[in-house]
């Protein structure tokens, strides 16, 4: 009996995993947007450039859960040092503070998409607005990573969900200034958060399965 207990545990766990990782979707994306040109993270001269793009979520937001963050790299100009992809908050238009640093390719140098994930996700609000920050920290002269941007705001995602008109640009390590003309090209996946009421269900079929076999075996 113990055993059969055991076992069906083990299978309801397993059944709430599958549900939590099976309804992953595209909060939004503006990947398909034509480009207009490149924006520098790393040191490009005379200075040393951070990036912060700002999306904001729909009104179904508390229902997901933040699982990746895809930018498209142009080119790689030398040595600079590793790409630091990080989510913050929202700060009167600006970058927050630091809520989470997502995982991926630390120097990417191919053209190409990449993604920076989370592995056990972050748990977003509704209606609220989020900075993917790019910055490569103590990068040598000269040497950085171009990635894509574009001038148009087409996007595709869920309803609701916007990435923000402009990027905001910081300057070795100072305050950020708002660029309007141009938006940093990205993709949030998201993962849905099931009901509670998914986990109740799913736990309680299993468990009037387990009965109904108690009975014929009886």
Request: some cysteine.
């Amino acid at each position: 009996m113990k055993l059969k207990i055991g076992l069906l545990s083990v299978g309801c766990a397993v059944l709430l995993a599958s549900v939590s990782t099976i309804h992953g979707a595209i909060g939004v994306s503006n990947l398909a947007t034509t480009s207009s040109g490149t924006a520098f993270v790393g040191d490009a001269g005379d200075f040393e450039f951070a990036l912060g793009q700002g999306f904001t979520t729909g009104p179904d937001g508390g229902d997901y859960t933040l699982s990746s963050i895809t930018v498209r790299l142009i080119s790689r100009t030398g040595s600079p040092a590793d790409i630091i992809v990080a989510l913050y908050d929202d700060n009167s238009g600006q970058p927050g503070s630091l809520l989470e640093t997502l995982t991926g390719a630390a120097s990417p140098s191919t053209a190409g998409d990449y993604a920076y994930t989370l592995g056990s996700g972050f748990a977003l609000t509704s209606d609220a607005t989020y900075y993917v920050v790019l910055s490569a920290p103590g990068s040598p002269t000269n040497t950085s990573y171009a990635l894509d941007d574009t001038a148009r705001y087409s996007q595709t995602g869920l309803i609701g969900w916007d990435i923000s008109d402009g990027v905001n640009v910081a300057f070795n390590g100072g305050a950020w200034s708002l660029n309007n003309t141009r938006v940093l090209k990205l993709q949030v996946d998201v993962t849905a958060v099931p009901e509670p009421s998914t986990y109740a269900l799913i736990c309680g079929v299993a468990l009037l399965g387990f009965t109904a076999w108690r009975r014929r075996a009886a």
